[in-house]
């Protein structure tokens, strides 16, 4: 007993993942980095407001903030009385410059095909699917629920929600009916876009299937979107009066979409906890104070420069995936790499071919 009441099982734990060793950057890549000079750390600690509104003076105002940040412990809030839209400053700004024919999305499938879409692309597509959802009924506050693979018109419907207004709720593709109907329900969303299928690890997923299951209990949703992403072995069912594919809304529709002026503290997006300790939970990101920060960081810590392909491996139903694929990086005017499913044994070998 003595013996075991003197052991330390602390001590006998092996701390893998502390790291103290320090990996400094090349000479040449310190010399062309956007950020060079260490000062800049103490000039954000001697003025934070001046030093976050230099970066949200780098993007586009519909009304200039009347004050940078109104701290009320615990609440925040940034450029208060700005407003702005953020897909216009993720596509528009960029598509009526020179970058118009610069790629914005590169993608590669699972099995090897590939699609790019350019800035001006990437603006039509947007303002389209924008309009379909606008002839939904969707409106400024409404809530949409997104379930869907790794495709474009992942953050293409996106964009298109925060150029109306609506608030978007990306639910990762992976996750069951019940997740997806317990996420729908909180945000008590009014339509759902997904797909027929998606690829990941070599599998078709039937997100259509999976989505129909959820749908049994979501008593708030209106409409579905769904996009084809060309699984012909799916067998996709289809509810008469709720359930539309997006090729036959988006027919016709022009690409031309006013956006609305979105107050810099209105809704942008819920993404919720995986709920792995309990019932999930919406967390809200606002429009102008989050749009800043993940350009900002974006465009340092990644030191993006005009001509390079960035890739970020995370899924788009996670936060990080939010930020750095979709609004970071297009705010940026960056080309960003998008590559559905995960690589696993022979469909890993066939992606990387």
């Given at each position: 007993?003595?013996?075991?009441?003197?052991?330390?099982?602390?001590?006998?734990?092996?701390?893998?993942?502390?790291?103290?060793?320090?990996?400094?950057?090349?000479?040449?890549?310190?010399?062309?980095?956007?950020?060079?000079?260490?000062?800049?750390?103490?000039?954000?600690?001697?003025?934070?407001?001046?030093?976050?509104a230099a970066f949200a003076r780098e993007l586009d105002w519909v009304t200039p903030w009347r004050r940078v940040l109104e701290w009320t412990p615990p609440h925040a809030?940034?450029?208060?009385?700005?407003?702005?839209?953020?897909?216009?400053?993720?596509?528009?700004?960029?598509?009526r410059t020179g970058r118009a024919g610069k790629p914005a999305i590169v993608w590669e499938g699972e099995p090897g095909d590939q699609r790019t879409l350019t800035y001006a692309e990437l603006h039509e597509q947007v303002g389209r699917f924008a309009n379909v959802l606008r002839g939904l009924g969707?409106?400024?506050?409404?809530?949409?629920?997104?379930?869907?693979?790794?495709?474009?018109?992942?953050?293409?419907?996106?964009?298109?929600?925060?150029?109306?207004?609506?608030?978007?709720?990306?639910?990762?593709?992976?996750?069951?009916?019940?997740?997806?109907?317990?996420?729908?329900?909180?945000a008590k969303a009014k339509v759902l876009v997904t797909a027929d299928g998606g690829y990941r690890r070599g599998h078709v997923v039937p997100l259509k299937s999976i989505a129909d299951e959820a749908l049994e209990r979501t008593p708030t949703i209106?409409?579905?979107?769904?996009?084809?992403?060309?699984?012909?072995?799916?067998?996709?069912?289809?509810?008469?009066?709720?359930?539309?594919?997006?090729?036959?809304?988006?027919?016709?529709?022009?690409?031309?979409?006013?956006?609305?002026?979105?107050?810099?503290?209105?809704?942008?997006?819920?993404?919720?906890?995986?709920?792995?300790?309990?019932?999930?939970k919406?967390?809200?990101?606002?429009?102008?104070?989050?749009?800043?920060?993940?350009?900002?960081?974006?465009?340092?810590?990644f030191d993006l420069k005009e001509d390079d392909v960035y890739w970020c491996t995370a899924d788009i139903g996670w936060v990080t995936g939010h930020s750095y694929i979709v609004y970071g990086p297009l705010a940026n005017g960056a080309t960003v790499l998008m590559y559905e499913g995960a690589p696993d044994g022979d469909a890993g070998a066939r992606a990387s071919t």
């Open positions: 007993m003595a013996a075991d009441q003197d052991h330390d099982p602390v001590g006998d734990i092996d701390a893998l993942l502390s790291e103290e060793r320090t990996f400094h950057p090349a000479r040449e890549f310190r010399e062309d980095a956007i950020v060079r000079d260490p000062a800049v750390y103490e000039q954000a600690e001697r003025d934070p407001e001046g030093f976050w809030k940034w450029f208060v009385d700005g407003k702005l839209n953020v897909s216009v400053n993720c596509v528009d700004r960029h598509a969707v409106v400024r506050g409404d809530r949409v629920a997104i379930y869907m693979p790794m495709i474009p018109e992942l953050p293409v419907a996106m964009l298109a929600c925060a150029r109306i207004g609506a608030i978007h709720s990306v639910v990762f593709g992976g996750f069951s009916a019940e997740s997806l109907s317990d996420r729908i329900n909180d209106e409409h579905v979107i769904v996009v084809r992403r060309g699984h012909e072995e799916i067998d996709v069912a289809m509810k008469a009066g709720r359930d539309r594919w997006y090729h036959d809304l988006s027919r016709g529709v022009s690409a031309e979409c006013e956006p609305e002026a979105m107050d810099a503290e209105d809704m942008l997006y819920i993404l919720y906890t995986s709920g792995t300790t309990g019932k999930p919406g967390i809200v990101h606002t429009t102008g104070g989050y749009l800043v920060g993940a350009y900002a960081t974006t465009k340092w810590v």
